[in-house]
């Protein structure tokens, strides 16, 4: 058991006289009782991740994997001149990225979003790759249709 002081008088002994959850649902609130000086307070309890989560298409929650992020950036720019320098410096963009959200638990579209903009920089035809498996294309014209973005913007950076 957890002991919480009283912030009016220090005290340690208090019990909770109410709980409920949060208006937005992610944590807990406590209405505490402070046994000495009858001061009542409240508290609020989050979960504490120890480390980013990543939420799944289907719903599965795992660990954020650096190692598998990396390996994905990896197949993309396969035979590409990127030096390994520049792909660790995009895996550690994209994981300070997602570490400055307020979220603990990020969805892998997410994920998916923040690397393919940092590959479009990178490299287009490691963009293009990784894009057509991220998004799953299934058709020619899919392809198509991302390599006239690219492009159209090359075209416009010109």
Same mark, same amino acid.
Do not use: H
């Given at each position: *058991?957890?002991? *919480?002081?009283? %912030?009016?008088?220090?005290?340690?002994?208090?019990?909770?006289?109410?709980?409920?959850?949060?208006?937005?649902?992610?944590?807990?609130?406590?209405?505490? &009782?402070?046994?000495?000086?009858?001061? /009542?307070?409240?508290?609020?309890?989050?979960?504490?991740?120890? =480390?980013?989560?990543?939420? +799944?298409?289907?719903?599965?929650?795992?660990?954020?994997?650096?190692? +598998?992020?990396?390996?994905?950036? &990896? /197949?993309?720019? #396969? +035979?590409?001149?990127?030096?390994?320098?520049?792909?660790? #410096?995009?895996?550690?963009?994209?994981?300070?990225?997602? +570490?400055?959200?307020?979220? /603990?638990?990020?969805?892998?579209?997410?994920?998916? &979003?923040?690397?393919?903009?940092?590959?479009?920089?990178?490299?287009?035809?490691?963009?293009?790759?990784?894009?057509?498996?991220?998004?799953?294309? =299934?058709? %020619?014209?899919?392809?198509? /249709? &991302?390599?006239?973005?690219?492009?159209?913007? #090359?075209?416009?950076?010109?």
């Amino acid at each position: *058991m957890t002991t *919480m002081n009283c %912030p009016d008088c220090g005290n340690e002994r208090t019990r909770v006289v109410d709980t409920g959850t949060s208006a937005d649902g992610t944590s807990v609130r406590r209405r505490r &009782e402070c046994q000495r000086c009858t001061f /009542r307070f409240t508290t609020y309890e989050r979960p504490e991740w120890d =480390s980013l989560q990543v939420k +799944k298409r289907d719903g599965r929650i795992e660990p954020f994997d650096r190692a +598998k992020l990396r390996a994905g950036i &990896e /197949r993309a720019v #396969e +035979k590409r001149q990127v030096p390994e320098s520049d792909v660790s #410096e995009v895996v550690d963009d994209i994981e300070a990225t997602l +570490k400055e959200r307020d979220e /603990r638990i990020v969805s892998s579209s997410l994920v998916g &979003e923040i690397t393919s903009e940092r590959l479009r920089d990178l490299d287009q035809v490691a963009y293009v790759r990784f894009v057509s498996v991220y998004k799953a294309f =299934s058709e %020619p014209e899919e392809f198509l /249709r &991302e390599l006239d973005a690219v492009l159209d913007d #090359e075209l416009d950076d010109s």
